[in-house]
């Protein structure tokens, strides 16, 4: 049985949900055109998710409720995920592009015999088709991908496309999906150990000092590293800085990289290119440097300042106390 809903796959770890589900919700809702959100949550009795999931408005929650999903393996949710979906067929199905879901989407993919998109930065509707926006091309080109034949529509998106917002007096309905936990006899999971990169760090920083190929020099990193440690943020870089020694594909903002949420992102000697650009869309105050007063950034700018980086940050730095 197909249906026009569109489901967000909700990922919680520990006690804890994965702010890319929350945006998803959001996007979905806007982009819906009548069609319902719905919110389907894998978890154990004692998460109970609902309360924090509801404030953000999916007209229903489908909440698969079993308490070996503590230690699940992949397998084991991409399986109870199938039991659930294949009863219902929905238009089209959400996962953040997180390490979980990047795994969880491709093996539900399969069992489902639908097409996937991976990583993309854009979704909308035409029609009935959900538009997949992605780059491509060594992330050159924005292309738009569709799934017209097969149901559901799936795709991974990346955190921080999107911006997640509570909703007044949600009417949510929450509901006890019907599944069976098979247990795989073929893996199990003996034992976690959470890596925090820098990358994730960057993501949810408030605070971010951005150098470009323009700002490359030993005065520079030091001068940016001493102002984001004054105003409590973190230095990221443009990807041609990844290739120098004092900095890796950690330190990397856009396309390949993290996606900011800050509240302050200052741009130092960065040109603007679109692989760049859509890593800081969701940033809430930007700041940009350039000695080309023609530099594609400050179209992404609330602030620009055309002059040398060098003598941006040593006047900021006498200002900042």
């Known amino acids: 049985m197909d249906n026009n809903e569109i489901w967000v796959y909700v990922e919680i770890t520990g006690s804890k949900i994965e702010p890319t589900s929350l945006q998803l919700i959001t996007k979905a809702k806007q982009i819906a055109d009548g069609r319902k959100v719905v919110a389907v949550v894998p978890e154990t009795s004692k998460t109970q998710a609902e309360t924090i999931i ?30 659930v979906t294949d009863q219902n067929r929905p238009n089209s199905l959400l996962f953040p592009a997180t390490i979980l879901g990047r795994s969880i989407a491709p093996r539900l993919q399969a069992k489902l015999q639908t097409g996937l998109t991976g990583d993309s930065l854009d979704i909308y509707y035409e029609n009935d088709l959900l538009v997949q926006v992605k780059p491509t091309y060594g992330d050159n080109v924005m292309c738009d991908i569709v799934c017209p034949d097969k149901r559901p529509q799936m795709v991974t998106v990346r ?5 997640a917002k509570k909703v ?4 949510t309905e929450i509901v006890q999906a019907e599944f069976t936990f098979h247990k795989n006899k073929n893996s199990k999971i003996i034992a976690t150990d959470p890596i925090i990169n820098s990358s994730s760090k960057l993501d949810d920083a408030k605070v971010v000092i951005a150098l470009g190929r323009g700002a490359y020099s030993e005065k520079n990193i030091k001068l940016a590293q001493k102002l984001a440690a004054k105003l409590g943020g973190m230095v990221g870089v443009s990807r041609p800085l990844t290739d120098e020694a004092e900095f890796s594909h950690d330190d990397q903002i856009g396309i390949g990289g993290a996606s900011l949420s800050a509240d302050l992102l200052i741009n130092l000697g960065i040109s603007g290119a679109v692989q760049y650009t859509v890593g800081i869309k969701n940033a809430k105050k930007i700041v940009s440097v350039n000695i080309d007063k023609d530099a594609p950034i400050f179209d992404d700018s609330d602030f620009a300042y055309v002059g040398d980086v060098t003598d941006f940050l040593n006047a900021l730095m006498n200002q900042v106390k």
């Open 54 to 83: 509801k404030e953000y408005g999916p007209d229903r929650i489908e909440s698969l409720v079993d308490d070996q999903f503590d230690e699940a393996t992949d397998e084991e949710l991409a399986d109870a995920l199938f039991q």
């Open 159 to 163: 955190p921080n496309t999107f911006r």
């Open 168 to 171: 007044n007096n949600s009417q």
